[in-house]
């Protein structure tokens, strides 16, 4: 069954991405292209609604992208965002100039006043707050139009031509800070696009796995599954779909948090799938010795695994496709959009190469990461895995400060453990985005019992961020760093103290190494 989806064409705005996600939380499919999109392919894609973006340019410029002006003629209804807004309105017979003064300017919060006789504001408050960011004025609003609402500064805040579902908002309703910017879009969905709401993930499921079926008919996939929510997630789908045609090579590095290998295998345990574990500590560790450098570890990491890849996928012989957990963010480019990149995977780099198969599938490539996490669950996979914080491919062996031994990675596992153990049951999962211990290779004097010791310091490192391009150090309640702190000292021989690391990034990064 198709869904019903809109169509939102991408000027290069910063909230693109977000207006795609807020799009889909009302249930509705949707996916973004760039503004370059021929009529033949909107036709094509068959939208119930089209949204404009912002983006960084002025209409007027010379070289500011636009769309073809056939748009206008589908009959098919238009919210323009920002610049979107005034593509929309200069196309459509309006002018757009340069805001004269610095009053017609808007940045940030800005109490603005509705006509909830719109269809876009129908419904709402008739005063609320919206996040402006634009120096462009709409000098002359198209006949058409009517003014849906404004604010102190700023007469035609909103625009509207409702004969023909044509709306045009210079703020951005995709953000948290306009009030009521969701039920905004909503009412653009609902009320103008007469939405059904046919975008769930128990109907993406099965579409998705009748069309995985019928792609792959009687194929063999590969997928390598590092652990991690994606690689899961898109192995289970793909073990829906077709099942024993599936291998999964489950390269354990020895890198892991506790009991992870054990929690991955066994998630997958239910599928009649062939699922292959190596156990490869050894040969990584033995790889690892003596190598201290952090960049010079990754790399040994991350070519030791291609190998160990390799081997496994030379025994299978030929397989027809190549499946990797790539999901939407991935694939987006913001603005002319055209490459749709391969995920150069953390620890598969150059996959491809070394592998002989036919085709890539990438089942993921069309969701957003909480997307992904709740396929996982529609798919029965076990919260721990689906919830899971980001992990480096390189997993603890850049958390062992220095060079890495078995010794040193069952100590920081222990203590990993109890940190996200204590964190558990204190329910502060929800205000951290990562979090993990680090054993330095710096030991101190302590005083256990009547004896003298002479061990190592354990970080703590927790972060709270959007991006993981910066981050906040999550402001752990005390009562949690002493419990976890004690019960380290207290059951992980080898350490004799803990500290927290107070550091936000920039200047720090996330991890240590
Ligand atoms: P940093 O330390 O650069 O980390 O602030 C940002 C995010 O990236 C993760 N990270 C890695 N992930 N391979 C990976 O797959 C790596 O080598 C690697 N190094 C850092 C880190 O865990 C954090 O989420």
């Known amino acids: 069954m198709k869904h019903e989806a809109v169509l939102i064409v991408d000027f290069g705005g910063q909230y693109d991405q977000l207006i795609a996600r807020r799009v889909r939380e009302h249930q509705v499919y949707c996916e973004l292209r760039p503004y370059t999109i021929t009529l033949d392919e909107i036709r094509a894609f068959d939208p119930i609604g089209i949204i404009f973006t912002g983006g960084p340019s002025s209409v007027y410029d010379d070289a500011a992208p636009h769309i073809d002006p056939g748009v206008f003629e589908l009959g098919v209804p238009i919210l323009g965002i920002c610049y979107g807004c005034q593509l929309m ?16 300017r808007e940045y ?8 909830t006789n719109c269809r876009l504001f129908k419904g709402l408050p008739a005063e609320s707050v919206t996040w402006m960011s634009h120096g462009d004025y709409m000098a002359k609003v198209p006949d058409s139009f009517t003014l849906a609402a404004h604010s102190d500064n700023c007469p035609n805040v909103a625009i509207a031509d409702e004969a023909r579902g044509f709306y045009g908002v210079q703020f951005h309703p995709e953000v948290n800070h306009t009030e009521f910017g969701r039920d905004m879009l909503k009412n653009f969905l609902y009320e103008v696009c007469r939405a059904r709401g046919d975008w769930t993930m128990e109907d993406y499921k099965n579409s998705a796995v009748a069309s995985l079926r019928e792609k792959i008919g009687d194929g063999k996939v590969l997928l390598a599954l590092s652990g991690g929510v994606d ?21 354990d590095h ?12 066994a998630a997958f345990a239910p599928w009649a799938i062939n699922f292959i574990r190596v156990n490869a500590e050894e040969r990584f560790l033995s790889k690892l010795a003596g190598v201290a450098e952090p960049e010079r570890k990754r790399k040994i990491i991350g070519e030791e695994f291609i190998r160990v890849f390799e081997a496994e996928a030379k025994k299978l012989g030929k397989v027809d496709y190549l499946a990797q957990g790539t ?5 987006v480019e913001s603005g002319t959009g055209d490459a749709a990149v391969i995920k150069s995977h953390h620890n598969v780099g150059g996959l491809p190469d070394y ?7 990438e089942p993921l490539r069309l969701l957003f990461k909480d997307e992904v996490r709740q396929l996982g669950r529609e798919l029965g996979l076990p919260e721990y895995l689906v919830s899971r914080q980001p992990f480096p491919g390189p997993g603890l062996a850049i958390r062992v400060i220095g060079e890495v031994t078995k010794d040193k990675l069952d100590t920081l596992r222990e203590a990993d453990f109890i940190f996200r153990d204590e964190v558990a049951k204190a329910h502060l999962e929800g205000t951290m985005d990562q979090y993990f211990a680090v054993l330095t290779n710096m030991r101190s004097v302590g005083v256990m019992g009547d004896g003298r010791t002479y061990d190592y310091t354990l970080a703590l490192r927790s972060v709270t961020t959007s991006d993981f391009m910066t981050a906040d ?41």
């Open 108 to 115: 940030g919060k800005t109490y603005t006043y509705f006509d």
């Open 254 to 265: 020895g890198l892991l948090r506790k009991d992870e290998g054990d929690q991955v295998e």
């Open 231 to 251: 690689s899961s997630v898109a192995a289970a789908l793909l073990a829906e779909a077709v099942g024993s045609q599936l291998t999964c090579v489950f390269v």
């Open 473 to 513: 150090w999550t402001r752990i309640p005390y009562e949690t760093l002493d419990a976890v702190s004690t019960r380290i000292v207290n059951s992980v021989p080898g350490v004799n103290r803990v500290v927290y690391d107070i550091t936000s990034k920039p200047p720090s990064t996330i991890e240590w190494e």
């Open 327 to 331: 999901i939407y963010p991935d694939v």
């Open 355 to 361: 592998v002989d198969f036919k085709e890539i599938v």
């Open 89 to 104: 309105a200069q196309a459509l017979g309006g002018a757009v100039t340069p805001a004269q003064d610095d009053s017609a």
